[in-house]
């Protein structure tokens, strides 16, 4: 479900600038409604309307919209279908169709599609339909009585635009929630370790040099959570990666080019073009640069790390490969245990932790399996959020 967060809505709030062009679909089976719409989108100018610019509406200070594309469908089957797989901008959503009336016909298309920025049509001149309308999940209702271009364009346009600031604070939500769990996770674990070793050095006038590397080590790993969870902190407050899908392939590459420069070893890459474009959440470029940082760790000194994507009925197949060390068998069962709660959270590798929490909350499914001769191999399979 939480794929869900990331809308596969192919523009943004810069989509909308001047001659941007966004695909709309009309769901709506009555024909001269059909047509009422296809007016208000035709090269007519409209006599309401404040531009007299073919298929765009706006003030002078505002953006235009370009409506490059008008789908009609007259099912709410056929609109769910047509969402999942053409991504639409925008969709315009009569309440009732000949599979699905009222109110249901909105809750059963929202809940069987990635989010989009809906509004509905109605022939009622009820308000509280509209309200209720909105509720559910719309962006924001017109009556048919009161169509103009004026209107209608005006409606997308701020429909879209909530829409994705709606994404950009439920994105900012997320981060701060896994934030929460990496800092009462590992920080509360640490502390513990530190103020107990203390005490017990404070009760003793012998200083063991276990107390004192139990005691460093639990420090590291403080610092280490502290520049991990600024860094996603960060990225979220600057932008970086809060777009609503990034195409696989720049995630990694991106992942690659920090982890070799800050460890000096060279990764190889092996690209299937076909899932290049893959469009996956941002926060998967931070668990792809820590898994790969583990790999290189177990790789050390002398082994090799490899990453390759392929497509995998019809998913990305991400894999690492190390020769070396294998993955411990903590970490696997880290990674693989899909978020469950009652698993023991081992110590140390905060990174790693917080890869496990990011494949976890966008059900990224995690397979592990030894290497030959040596190392292991770690493989996630992602779904395309575009689609």
Not at 36 to 59: C, I, K, M, N
Not at 75 to 100: G, K, M, W
Not at 209 to 224: F, G, M, V, Y
Request: proline share 5%; glycine share 6%.
């Amino acid at each position: 479900m939480f794929l869900k967060h990331y809308s596969h809505l192919k523009g943004s709030m810069s989509r909308l600038s001047a001659t941007s062009p966004l695909d709309v679909l009309l769901v709506e089976d009555n024909p001269d409604d059909i047509r009422l719409v296809e007016w208000a989108f035709s090269a007519a100018p409209d006599p309401h309307s404040r531009s007299a610019t073919p298929q765009h509406y706006g003030a002078e200070d505002e953006p235009l919209l370009d409506i490059t594309n008008l789908s009609p469908v007259t099912r709410l089957s056929e609109a769910v279908d047509h969402t999942n797989t053409q991504s639409p901008d925008v969709v315009l959503l009569d309440l009732d169709l000949p599979d699905s009336r009222g109110i249901e016909t909105l809750e059963r298309f929202v809940s069987r599609t990635p989010p989009v920025p809906v509004v509905v049509l109605t022939g009622r001149d009820e308000g509280e339909l509209g309200i209720t309308a909105i509720q559910r999940g719309a962006q924001d209702y017109i009556y048919k009585g009161n169509l103009t271009n004026a209107l209608l364009l005006r409606t997308i346009r701020y429909a879209v635009e909530r829409h994705e600031i709606q994404r950009r604070l439920l994105d900012a939500t997320d981060r701060l929630q896994l934030t929460n769990q990496i800092v009462r996770r590992q920080l509360r674990n640490d502390i513990s370790v530190i103020v107990g070793q203390v005490d017990q050095l404070a009760e003793s006038d012998q200083y063991s040099d276990q107390s004192i590397e139990s005691i460093l080590d639990a420090a590291r790993d403080i610092e280490e959570t502290i520049d991990i969870t600024a860094e996603f902190t960060d990225s979220a407050a600057t932008g970086d990666g809060t777009g609503p899908t990034h195409e696989l392939g720049a995630l990694v590459s991106t992942a690659i080019s920090r982890v070799e420069q800050t460890t000096g070893v060279s990764i190889e890459y092996d690209s299937d073009s076909n899932v290049a474009g893959f469009g996956c959440p941002p926060s998967l470029r931070m668990a792809i640069t820590y898994l790969l940082y583990n790999a290189v760790d177990r790789a050390s000194p002398s082994g090799a790390v490899s990453i390759t994507t392929e497509s995998v009925d019809g998913d990305a197949v991400v894999t690492f490969t190390n020769t070396g060390a294998e993955l411990a068998a903590e970490h696997e069962m880290l990674l693989t245990a899909s978020g469950d709660a009652d698993v023991t959270i081992p110590r140390g590798n905060v990174g790693l932790q917080l890869a496990s929490m990011i494949l976890s909350r966008f059900g990224i499914a995690v397979s592990v399996r030894a290497n030959t001769p040596s190392g292991s191999v770690i493989q996630l399979h992602v779904s395309d959020t575009e689609r």
